[in-house]
């Protein structure tokens, strides 16, 4: 069912795990994120970043396309569709197509119009029950053409932010987005221990979860992460699946071309990649 993401990231956080949020780019991804999520019982979020939404269509079609495929595959666990990374406009752009849940990512803002313009939208999701992620301190890497060097965030900023009525932070702690350089210097557990003592039961998000070891993983769990973002390696199980496909040349037998064939091994890496993370996160069986 179509929730929004309070209530799964405070049970979340209370139990000491985190949810997935998966990217997804098309109907093939969507499917196989959905049905790995009901297999295992776990609460997940779809991520719709600005260029994936334009992708798909507008973010009218992606709320059209998952809330007939909740009914049309029967999905029972909490689902919810969150925008990732949204400006201003495209937040409340989501609201008004019916996202259950939006990012506003004012990091790039002077701390006070971050303030401003977050404060706006509390009122908002607070009115519609939807729930709200804003983000302190930019993440490093790349996402739609915007790169960020992978500061870590001021715990006092955290704190004035999450005192909006936030459902969930996005602090920077020395996470990447996409696939992490040789020599990345890890997270920064002092950094996210400060944020967590002053921010108390908020849930906390971390982005760029391709790559990072599963101990830190579980660390940052054990120290208020709630939620984490995964992209990038869906998209390279996918890629990886797919060029085996052809190169083996399946596609050149019988009606190998035939899309819902060609499609097949990509759409099971994900479901493999989505197992793998939901098993690591802590969050099967809690839906
Ligand atoms: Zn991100």
Same mark, same amino acid.
């Given at each position: ?241 797919? /060029? ?15 899309? /819902? ?27």
């Amino acid at each position: 069912m179509l929730v929004s993401a309070k209530e799964m990231l405070q049970k979340a956080k209370a139990g000491h795990y985190a949810v997935g949020q998966f990217n997804i780019n098309n109907l093939e991804w969507t499917k196989a994120i959905l049905l790995t999520a009901e297999e295992l019982k776990s609460p997940v979020i779809l991520g719709v970043s600005e260029g994936a939404g334009k992708y798909m269509c507008g973010f009218k079609t992606v709320v059209g396309m998952v809330k007939g495929m909740i009914e049309g595959l029967g999905i029972t666990v909490p689902v919810a569709i969150h925008l990732d990374h949204g400006s201003y406009e495209a937040t409340k752009a989501c609201i008004e197509a019916g996202f259950s849940s939006v990012m506003f990512d004012g990091s790039h803002y002077p701390i006070e119009e971050n303030i401003e313009k977050t404060k706006e939208l509390v009122a908002i999701c607070d009115d519609l029950g939807l729930s709200l992620e804003a983000e302190v301190g930019s993440i490093g890497g790349e996402e739609d053409g915007v790169v960020g060097m992978g500061e870590c965030a001021d715990p006092d900023e955290c704190k004035m932010i999450a005192d909006l009525g936030i459902t969930m932070l996005a602090a920077g702690i020395g996470n990447i987005h996409g696939k992490y350089p040789a020599n990345w210097a890890g997270l920064s557990f002092e950094t996210l221990a400060a944020i967590s003592e002053k921010v108390g039961d908020m849930p906390l998000v971390l982005h760029g979860g391709t790559g990072i070891p599963a101990e830190m993983i579980q660390k940052a769990i054990s120290l208020g992460v709630s939620k984490i973002n995964v992209n990038t390696e869906c998209q390279l199980a996918f890629a990886a699946a797919t /060029r085996k496909y052809v190169e083996e040349g399946k596609d050149l037998v019988g009606k190998g071309f035939d899309p /819902r064939k060609l499609l097949a091994p990509g759409v099971e890496a994900i479901k493999a990649t989505v197992k793998e993370k939901m098993e690591l996160f802590g969050s099967v069986g809690k839906a």
